[in-house]
């Protein structure tokens, strides 16, 4: 079974940046929808339990297209979900550290040359998605946008999601209003650099032993 990720801070941890509503109808109810979405479909289509980047990865080998489509949506909903709640925190690392700093730099200049690229990716997403920066085995970085719950992994290349930046509106919509761009700048403020390091060190997917994808 697919399981959610617990918070490590309360629903009001990231105010003012991002409110306590916002979070709290985010995890409990859009959330806990995908979670239980994929648990549903992934049981029919008989793929429950398989590691969900490896899910998300292999598609195209369930045949039946309705629940292809219902994983798609709901797995990456769920995955991407996952990843965005656990690289937040009140008072996490404002800054990458070691190895992947010095990848940021390498591929992109500077570290406020990365924001910036991956900022206008997600101001320049149209309608939903999400912003990524995402590592391959190799651990050169990428960014991308992707559309509605879509996400690096479904292409099927072995590029792997370290940081997810949700630019849906119900991420920040009760806040921002249409302010999209606002939304992304303050975002950063919140960004705990010591999970994304974590997760860029963990590249491999098999690791992870809760299905999430985590690299636990």
Request: aromatic content about 12%; glycine content about 10%.
């Amino acid at each position: 079974m697919y399981k959610q990720i617990e918070l490590a801070y309360g629903f009001n941890a990231l105010e003012p940046y991002i409110d306590a509503l916002t979070m709290e109808t985010h995890y409990t109810k859009h959330h806990a929808a995908y979670t239980k979405n994929l648990n549903d479909a992934s049981q029919k289509a008989g793929v429950d339990g398989k590691e969900i980047t490896k899910l998300l990865a292999e598609l195209d080998l369930i045949a039946d297209e309705g629940l292809r489509k219902a994983i798609r949506n709901n797995g990456g909903g769920f995955y991407n979900h996952n990843l965005y709640f656990d690289i937040m925190a009140p008072n996490g690392a404002k800054e990458p550290q070691g190895k992947l700093a010095e990848a940021i730099n390498k591929e992109f200049g500077s570290f406020e040359a990365f924001k910036e690229k991956i900022s206008a990716a997600g101001a320049g997403q149209f309608g939903s998605g999400w912003a990524w920066l995402s590592s391959d085995k190799n651990g050169k970085l990428y960014v991308s946008a992707t559309p509605n719950q879509d996400n690096p992994i479904m292409e099927g290349k072995g590029i792997i999601p370290v940081l997810g930046i949700d630019v849906w509106e119900h991420a920040y919509y009760l806040k921002y209003q249409n302010r999209r761009a606002e939304y992304l700048k303050e975002w950063w403020k919140v960004v705990n650099w010591d999970v994304v390091e974590a997760r860029y060190q963990k590249r491999n997917p098999e690791s992870c032993g809760c299905g999430c994808g985590c690299g636990c």
